[in-house]
T-cell receptor, first 112, second 113 residues
Framework: DTAVSQTPKYLVTQMGNDKSIKCEQN?????MYWYKQDSKKFLKIMFS???????INETVPNRFSPKSPDKAHLNLHINSLELGDSAVYFC???????????FGQGTRLTVV | GENVEQHPSTLSVQEGDSAVIKCTYS??????FPWYKQELGKRPQLIID?????GEKKDQRIAVTLNKTAKHFSLHITETQPEDSAVYFC????????????FGKGTHLIIQP
């Protein structure tokens, strides 16, 4: 069983489109995250979410929005995609905030 | 916000030698310090972590040391093997609420045969 799974693994889309990346965890964790890894391999937190609060990194454009239908899922919606959004997006989860975070396999987004 | 500096950006060592990667952080409230290993095209994987009430932790060939006063921590890999080649990231968090991890910029470790 995959602990944190993301779909799709690869996503190629045109500028201006709206897309979503899905994430599911079967670890029973309370907190989920989205990270962006750019072309230089730099990992940066975008969102942290548990059932009580959402923390948004202030550098994330409001075109990005997380949506959590339940504790096991945290999807990422991106509106009006731009070339600079091309990156690998990782979903992660942890039982205790920030502690022993487990990452999904990543979604490579390419905007053309 | 938290600032994490990681050095070196690239480290090449002979197989069997030791490797050391260092990180410094800015927020004295940080209390959890993990290290992640990322192989090419794969997910970051937690390899070792340390909490602020411990100065050193060891797991077989890898160890992490923490100096809270100086706000730095290091990853030590002994008897390096080819499969240790990867990018290593340090990270910090103060925990609490829904805080995520702030990562260093990564170290590309190359093990020369």
């Amino acid at each position: 069983d995959t602990a944190v799974s993301q779909t799709p693994k690869y996503l190629v889309t045109q500028m201006g489109n709206d897309k979503s990346i899905k994430c599911e965890q079967n670890l029973g964790h309370d907190t989920m995250y989205w990270y962006k890894q750019d072309s230089k391999k730099f990992l940066k937190i975008m969102f942290s979410y548990n059932n009580k609060e959402l923390i948004i990194n202030e550098t994330v454009p409001n075109r990005f929005s997380p949506k959590s239908p339940d504790k096991a899922h945290l999807n990422l919606h991106i509106n009006s995609l731009e070339l600079g959004d091309s990156a690998v997006y990782f979903c992660a989860s942890s039982q205790e905030a920030g502690i022993e975070a487990f990452f999904g396999q990543g979604t490579r987004l390419t905007v053309v | 916000g938290e600032n994490v500096e990681q050095h070196p950006s690239t480290l090449s060592v002979q197989e069997g030698d030791s490797a050391v990667i260092k990180c410094t952080y800015s927020d004295s409230a940080s209390n959890y310090f993990p290290w992640y290993k990322q192989e090419l095209g794969k997910r970051p994987q937690l390899i070792i972590d340390i909490r602020s009430n411990v100065g050193e932790k060891k797991d077989q060939r890898i160890a992490v040391t923490l100096n809270k006063t100086a706000k730095h921590f290091s990853l030590h890999i002994t008897e390096t093997q080819p499969e240790d080649s990867a990018v290593y990231f340090c990270a910090v968090t103060a925990g609490g609420g829904a805080d995520g991890l702030t990562f260093g910029k990564g170290t590309h470790l190359i093990i020369q045969p």
